[in-house]
Structure formats: structure tokens, C-alpha cells
């Protein structure tokens, strides 16, 4: 069992910058690969990010390419993603998950393990 805990969403100006932590407790964090999703009112749930559990390896959605970037330290057991340039439509609940795949992949039935979620909200 691996339990997920976000943390550093809130409220921001388009253009202005947040950075969300994802700290892991149970199994063995360092063994998982990560990822980043969000889910906006009325649409599905979206990846945004993945990570390899050797940081060799990372993923990104298209619409964050850029703007976007996932790292982690595995001595903290902790994922992050720092997030610049913020746009209205990046408003969402974003959510951190571990996955079992060892290639980092975009498909949410793939990954095990989900945070609560933390709100991001940008105004315009």
C-alpha cells in the first residue's frame, strides 16, 4: 500500500508560477514510477506529467510542454511539479499517482496508487 498526500495548489495569476509536492509513505517510493494528472470541472481526468523512479525518464503532455516540470527526490520520498507560465485552462484538481510500469506511460488504468488532489486555480 502506498499512500499519496499533495500539497501546494491555490489560487494565482495567469502567468504566475505554483509548485506542487507529492509526498509517499508505505511501500517502497524509490521502485515507482510517478506521474501528475489534473481533472478540470465537466472533463475527464488528464495526464499532465511522469517521472522514472531513476529520474532518467520523463513525460509530458503536450499543453504543459515547456511550462511544466516534474522531479523527485527519492531520499524525501517526494514528487513535485513545478509549474510556470500558468494559463486559465490549467485550472484543475491535479492529482499525484504511483504506477507499477516501469516505462512511464500516460494511461491512467496503469497507475495503482492516488492522492487526494490539490485544487490549482488561475484567474485571467
Known amino acids: 500500500q502506498v499512500q499519496l498526500v499533495e500539497s501546494g495548489g491555490g489560487l494565482v495569476q495567469a502567468g504566475g508560477s505554483l509548485r506542487l509536492s507529492c509526498a509517499a509513505s508505505?511501500?517502497?517510493?524509490?521502485?515507482?514510477?510517478m506521474g501528475w494528472f489534473r481533472q478540470a470541472p465537466g472533463k475527464e481526468r488528464e495526464f499532465v506529467a511522469g517521472?522514472?523512479?531513476?529520474?532518467?525518464?520523463?513525460y509530458y503532455a503536450d499543453s504543459v510542454k515547456g511550462r511544466f516540470t516534474i522531479s523527485r527526490d527519492n531520499a524525501k520520498n517526494t514528487v513535485y511539479l513545478q509549474m510556470n507560465s500558468l494559463k486559465p485552462e490549467d485550472t484543475a484538481v491535479y492529482y499525484c499517482?504511483?504506477?507499477?510500469?516501469?516505462?512511464?506511460?500516460?494511461?491512467?488504468?496503469?497507475?495503482?496508487?492516488w492522492g487526494q488532489g490539490t485544487q490549482v486555480t488561475v484567474s485571467s
Open positions: 508505505g511501500r517502497t517510493f524509490n521502485r515507482h514510477t
Open positions: 517521472i522514472s523512479w531513476s529520474s532518467t525518464s520523463t
Open positions: 499517482a504511483t504506477s507499477h510500469v516501469v516505462v512511464v506511460t500516460n494511461t491512467p488504468e496503469l497507475y495503482d496508487y
